[in-house]
T-cell receptor, first 113, second 110 residues
Framework: EAGVTQSPTHLIKTRGQQATLRCSPI?????VYWYQQALGLGLQFLLW???????NRGNFPPRFSGRQFPNYSSELNVNALELEDSALYLC????????????FGQGTRLTVV | RKEVEQDPGPFNVPEGATVAFNCTYS??????FFWYRQDCRKEPKLLMS???SGNEDGRFTAQLNRASQYISLLIRDSKLSDSATYLC???????????FGIGTKLQVIP
């Protein structure tokens, strides 16, 4: 069974540009979580999507946004990129309604120059 | 108060030492608990589940204290390869929201 897949694995953008990161959850998982992990720092919660709706949002500015598609895959968009947006962006998926663990993708490393 | 709180560390311990991490959670109705391990520049991976009766896997023991709303992870006889960040995870609510702690960094030194 395929795990959580994220694309691209690496992304280099210049300040002010927009970045789009993609996540495909494990088949059957309806919840997708996005986290930012800057170098040397812990996981910072960004967004939670479930059944196509945004359920919760972390303490990030509005230029961080996303969506979940009918097939439960998800996109994270970051507008007006700033240097401090450089980080590893991790996506995790879990099935709704079951008390089971979440599974992570390998992440997208975004570098803003 | 944060939903899930962990001491970010770092915890620097010598090889062979016993080290324990705690993680507190705010939602008393939380249903499930897990510990994850994250190696440098890699994604977090499940280490073990946490049950009310406690859970042991080799040198690792996880426990849940519902009354005080915390979970713990005990590592005995630390190895250099245990160096990693350990994240606690709490599942709660009708939608089974998954909440990760910020992670505790462990560095085992020779």
């Amino acid at each position: 069974e395929a795990g959580v897949t994220q694309s691209p694995t690496h992304l280099i953008k210049t300040r002010g540009q927009q970045a789009t990161l993609r996540c495909s959850p494990i088949s059957g998982h309806t919840s997708v979580y996005w986290y930012q992990q800057a170098l040397g720092l812990g996981l910072q919660f960004l967004l939670w999507y479930d059944e196509g709706e945004e359920r919760n949002r972390g303490n990030f500015p509005p230029r961080f946004s996303g969506r979940q598609f009918p097939n439960y895959s998800s996109e994270l968009n970051v507008n007006a990129l700033e240097l401090e947006d450089s980080a590893l962006y991790l996506c995790a998926s879990s099935p709704t309604g079951q008390n089971t663990e979440a599974f992570f993708g390998q992440g997208t490393r975004l570098t803003v120059v | 108060r944060k939903e899930v709180e962990q001491d970010p560390g770092p915890f620097n311990v010598p090889e062979g030492a016993t080290v324990a991490f705690n993680c507190t959670y705010s939602n008393s109705a939380s249903q499930s608990f897990f510990w994850y391990r994250q190696d440098c520049r890699k994604e977090p991976k499940l280490l073990m589940s946490v049950y009310s009766s406690g859970n042991e896997d080799g040198r690792f023991t996880a426990q849940l204290n519902r009354a005080s709303q915390y979970i713990s992870l005990l590592i005995r006889d630390s190895k250099l390869s245990d160096s990693a960040t350990y994240l606690c995870v709490v599942i709660s609510g009708g939608y089974q929201k998954v909440t990760f702690g910020i992670g505790t960094k462990l560095q085992v030194i020779p």
